[in-house]
């Protein structure tokens, strides 16, 4: 079967190839087609595998949900300004947010609120209902909640609870959360009144029709959380205490809601385990262990109330002299000594503000252990509740600052609180696996495992390395291991990935082996995480019974697909493997129904469903069906080799009229490695304003190489890349060398700025948000998250290796400024005058140099804009110029008004005015 859907698809690209012929006598896009186009979104299989919704965003900005049979034999539904698609668990409906065009947000003076959309999937018919503003079905998916909106912060708002297939409905007034028994039938809700008194937690049996109060009185209910696949309920409940900011909070736990007993209560105040300077909050919420019996919640610093402080500040000044009082200054005193400065303190006031002690309350012992020792740390439960690990930075705060990620990690006792010393100085954090498992470490290029309970340490895969080389890390300092796929169920074993393939390693160490042979094909694995419910950094467990998915992309080709492994047997399978970007792969809940995206360069993304081996993969949507109207450009490969050795490909795009024989202008747009991008689709859009799309539109070859920096040495690294890169394009004829244009955005940017002071290869170039003086920049700060750029220069992406006094020639020599007066490429600059990540300051010096040096520069300065632009007209103005700017250096068009002139201040003010 894999066989014949193969063949289809080439077959398919025989058809391409006659299309492409045709498409010599298509004309290309205009800016106004590009409204048209749509960009494929997120999408989902219902629980029983029968229908597939999909999101889609057009270039224009507008929205719609499409609901289609998964076979594919039946026109969709089309849901217009619809989004957050979620299928009842019975597979009888859909419930969406029902939204209005952006014209009419846009247009109207009050807010306009997303309405709840349903739709009935046995017969199609769609219902749009009330204002929502979250929703949610129970895990059976016979009852739906939906929330509308409070009229005011302080309230709750109506909840509705029904059932779609009998029409029964329950209204609960005054509700500011609620939150579905996990795999059972209660509804629990937190009430919010305008009176408060009757404040409560309520308790909704929708079947039975029955509400109970659980609590109730004059106090906020927050942090409502079920136990996983239980009835034990918790909440928190606010306590005020006289003379101190804030509210601390009484934690309530009902074991069992359906008992009727009482709950059990961590009382805030009067315990000998809670310092009065800590206060129960909620910001971390409310966790269980697996049994249920610990419970987790965070304590915070519990400051005195302004009154408070005036009284003991007034008493105080009463006793002074009586020196004329002088309002206090707003000085900012910023300190060598800060492990974070005062402009990241102020960023992250709120994150800050809001930092607690992790405590692990013992429930039937009422004791509560905190188990933090700093707000910064974040201390990590294992899923079994057993153990605690935290990382503890305070021996290398000094090297923090700069870049270097070590610390000292400890296991925490949850009954005690007590500490002991895990492994120092690790670089790479620890990771935690499922259950009872050991957590893993890496260090000195190997893996260990260290049991939580012993304290034993076991060296895995003896001899063999997975350190990612400077290759594939191209950055100074340690070097990461390529990571962990996922934990057996069973507790015994781990996957490794290193470059290419996955290797099953028991974790006592007694055998290692390799699942994949990824190296000798030449093909990257990795483990495809089909469990939807478990978090980015939770661990994965595989059930070892059962085949586990991996996706595959061929690294020379970058061909993709998926493959299913035994990891009993060793045995590998590869289900699908075509010259597209293969990803999104999910399986329908109940049902062995299989739905994953395919694109190309030139084939807009799709989603195809088929079953467990996708030998029957059928095409579902249809995006962008007139695109065959157009001529449209295609994609390949160019390999090079630098003179530092590196092997290396860049994507070289053709122009969508691209004629036999003839020769065009190239852009090259470079930041880092770009050649993974071969086969991903690009609409053409004016707000996307480095549009590789736009640019084959418009009659260019578009290159994209691949870079590899040498430590302290990212310029030359780059100029050396690129050289050869362009090289490679000349080479086949198509590309005329003398209209070679460059362009790049903030690390792209610099270099954008830089190469054309080592070169005279291009005829212009184009410097976004550009990095151009590597001894000013490296003591700048990035005020979007109050960064000093000390903090990664050495071994972030500038890659210095050292501070600008240890190697000042190596700085200058990646400088653009350095090199201005050899620079004889036009320059247009681009910035933002609010850029938080690349100092406004940049752009400004580049081009007073260049202008002292009598240089052709311009610097286009967007008002307002951060690091990258925001606003429409300021979006499609810098697409427009960069247009202009190609345009008449690469064409020879005849150059606009702003390029040879510019545009004086009065001039501009009569322009916006317009």
């Known amino acids: 079967m894999y066989r014949t859907f193969m063949s289809v698809l080439f077959f398919c690209v025989f058809l391409v190839l006659q299309n492409e012929l045709m498409a010599q006598d298509m004309s290309a896009l205009k800016p106004s087609d590009y409204g048209q186009f749509e960009n494929l979104g997120l999408f989902e299989l219902d629980p029983k595998g029968n229908w597939l919704v999909s999101g889609i965003r057009r270039v224009d900005e507008t929205d719609e949900l499409r609901l289609m049979a998964s076979d594919g034999n039946s026109e969709p539904l089309v849901l217009e300004h619809a989004t957050g698609p979620v299928f009842s668990r019975d597979g009888n409906w859909m419930a969406y947010r029902a939204g209005v065009h952006p014209d009419e947000l846009e247009e109207s003076d009050e807010p306009i609120h997303d309405r709840l959309g349903l739709v009935n999937l046995a017969n199609g018919v769609d219902t749009v209902l009330f204002e929502v503003q979250r929703f949610s079905f129970r895990d059976d998916g016979i009852w739906l909640a939906a929330k509308g909106y409070a009229p005011a912060d302080t309230l709750g708002a109506d909840l509705v609870i029904m059932n779609p297939s009998t029409g029964a409905q329950t209204l609960i007034g005054n509700v500011d959360e609620f939150v579905w028994q996990d795999e059972g039938e209660l509804i629990a809700a937190t009430l919010r009144t305008s009176w408060g008194s009757s404040n409560s937690v309520v308790l909704f049996d929708p079947g039975a029709e029955t509400l109970r109060t659980l609590d109730s009185r004059d106090a906020d209910y927050s942090a409502l959380n079920w136990q996983d696949e239980s009835a034990q309920l918790g909440v928190m409940r606010s306590v005020e205490f006289e003379g101190r900011e804030g509210d601390t909070h009484d934690v309530l736990l009902w074991e069992d809601v359906n008992s009727g007993s009482d709950p059990w209560v961590l009382a805030a105040l009067g315990r000998d385990d809670i310092p009065g300077t800590l206060r129960v909050t909620d910001y971390a919420g409310i966790d269980f262990d697996a049994t249920g019996e610990t419970v ?37 005193v910023w300190h060598w000594d800060d492990d974070q400065i005062l402009r990241s303190q102020e960023y992250r006031a709120e994150q800050i503000s809001r930092q607690t002690f992790l405590a692990a309350w013992h429930v039937r012992d009422d004791e509560l252990v905190i188990l933090g020792e700093d707000f910064s740390e974040e201390v990590e439960i294992d899923t079994d509740g057993n153990w605690g690990i935290v990382p503890d930075y305070t021996p290398y705060r000094f090297q923090r600052r700069f870049g270097d990620g070590a610390a000292d990690w400890y296991r925490v006792d949850l009954q005690t609180g007590e500490r002991t010393l895990l492994a120092g100085k690790v670089q790479f954090g620890v990771e935690a696996g499922g259950g009872d498992s050991p957590v893993l470490v890496y260090g000195d290029d190997r893996w260990s495992a260290i049991d939580l309970t012993s304290m034993e340490k076991t060296v895995l895969a003896e001899g063999r390395s997975f350190t990612q080389p400077l290759f594939d890390h191209d950055y100074p300092g340690p070097h990461p291991p390529w990571g962990v796929g996922g934990w057996a169920d069973t507790g015994e074993a781990v996957l490794l990935y290193d ?254 700025s830089y190469l054309p002071t080592r070169t005279d290869r291009f005829a212009a170039s184009v410097a976004g948000a550009a990095i151009t003086n590597f001894l000013s920049f490296m003591g700048a700060v990035h005020w979007n998250g109050g960064l000093p750029e000390t903090g990664h220069w050495e071994t972030g992406q500038a890659r210095m290796a050292v501070p600008y006094w240890d190697d000042l020639e190596a700085h200058l020599e990646s400088s653009p400024a350095h090199g201005i007066e050899d620079l004889e490429t036009p320059v247009l600059l681009m910035h933002g005058d609010e850029d938080g990540v690349v100092d406004f300051r940049q752009g400004l010096e580049y081009y007073n140099y260049a202008r002292r040096a009598g240089k052709e520069v311009v610097l286009l300065v967007y008002p307002g804009a951060d690091h990258s632009l925001i606003r429409e007209e300021q979006q499609v103005d810098y697409h427009r110029r960069i247009l202009d700017w190609f345009g008449h250096y690469l064409k020879g068009e005849p150059a606009a008004v702003w390029i040879t002139e510019g545009e004086s201040w009065v001039e501009r003010r009569k322009r916006i005015s317009n």
Do not use: C
């Open 296 to 332: 987790f919640v965070g304590l915070r610093d519990w400051a005195l109330s302004e009154t408070n402080i005036t009284e003991v500040n007034d008493a105080e000044s009463d006793e002074g002299s009586e020196e004329e009082e002088v309002k206090p200054a707003d000085v900012q």
């Open 499 to 752: 470059k290419y393939d996955i290797w099953l390693v028991e974790l006592d160490g007694s055998s290692t082996t390799r699942i994949t042979r990824g190296e000798e094909d030449g093909r990257i694995y990795r483990v495809v995480r089909m469990d939807s419910d478990v978090g980015f950094g939770d661990p994965y467990v595989i059930d070892s019974t059962q085949p586990v998915w991996l996706s595959f992309m061929d690294e020379r080709t970058k061909d993709s697909g998926y493959a299913r492994a035994d990891l009993r047997s060793g045995r590998v399978n590869v289900l699908l493997e075509e010259p597209a970007v293969v990803n999104s792969l999910t399986k329908a809940e109940d049902a062995d129904r299989y739905a994953l995206r395919i694109q190309r360069w030139d084939d807009s993304p799709d989603v195809f469903v088929g079953g467990t081996d996708l030998s029957d993969l059928r095409q579902v949507t249809r995006t962008n069906p007139f695109q065959s109207d157009y001529a449209w450009g295609h994609s390949e490969l160019i390999e090079y080799t630098t003179d530092a050795g590196h092997e290396l490909q860049g994507i070289l795009v053709f122009p969508a009229e691209f004629r036999e024989g003839e020769q065009y202008p190239l852009i090259l747009y470079q930041y880092e490695r770009l050649s993974d991008g071969l086969h991903r689709y690009y609409t053409p859009s004016q707000r996307r304003y480095y549009n590789y799309q736009v640019w084959s539109q418009e009659g260019y070859f578009v290159l994209m190489p691949d870079i590899i920096y040498e430590p302290g040495r990212p310029g030359p690294s780059a100029l050396d890349a690129v050289e050869h890169a362009l090289d490679a394009a000349v080479a086949t004829g198509h590309v005329d060398a003398d209209r070679i244009g460059l362009i790049g955005h903030s690390w792209g940017g610099y270099q954008a």
